[in-house]
């Protein structure tokens, strides 16, 4: 077995206990109260993939979503039907083997990094999505990638997956070349969210995103296929 590729759903049942609830809420606002509009994607089919245990999907339900959610392992699944009912299935970022065309609403938040080939996970979601379908995605900025390093020698992160990070305007043009069209793109976290502390700071920081967006630790996205 694949140790990397495999690690989050081996790692399901200390997952809650061990990621970082204010970027976990975070990235639920920037999702469904930035990157959304207010009742969305009511009635719409939505695929969130490396769904992990269930916190977007079961803001996704909540918002009125037809949710699919998607994930490696049984494991995380079961984590999913502890938070809220929607359709499962285990899939692969990369191959996701479903038909095209099969959803009106992908969200991958924090998930193509996790893969060995971010970009084909890209096409992936392209090729599934309806045309004109809406993307909203979320992923470390490849610029702050040696503080996995650090993290790993501080032994305070303990994630032993796949680390693919992107650049902020690789991303981009990712999106081009695959055939979506960028509506919006942001950074958030000006630096790492380490210390409880300066959490405030960090929220204030993001109010000035559009100077230094490339410069931040994570990118935020919505696009639409436009071909």
Known sequence: MNNKKYFYDKFAEEFDGEMNKYDLNKRLSIVFEKLLSPKEIAGKKFLDIGCGTGWFSRKAAQEGAYVFSMDIGTNLLRKVSEKCETQKAVSDAVSLGVKDRSFDYILATEVIEHTPNPKGALAEMHRVLNDNGILIMTVPNRVWHFTIHIARILNIRRYDGYENWVGY????????????????????????????????????????????SPLMLNIAARCRKIN
């Open 169 to 212: 305007y690789q991303l981009q043009k990712w999106f081009e070349d695959l055939g979506f069209e960028v509506e919006e793109v942001f950074g958030f976290h000006f630096f790492p969210f380490v210390f409880q502390s300066l959490n405030p700071l960090l929220d204030k920081l993001d109010s000035f995103a559009h100077f230094y």
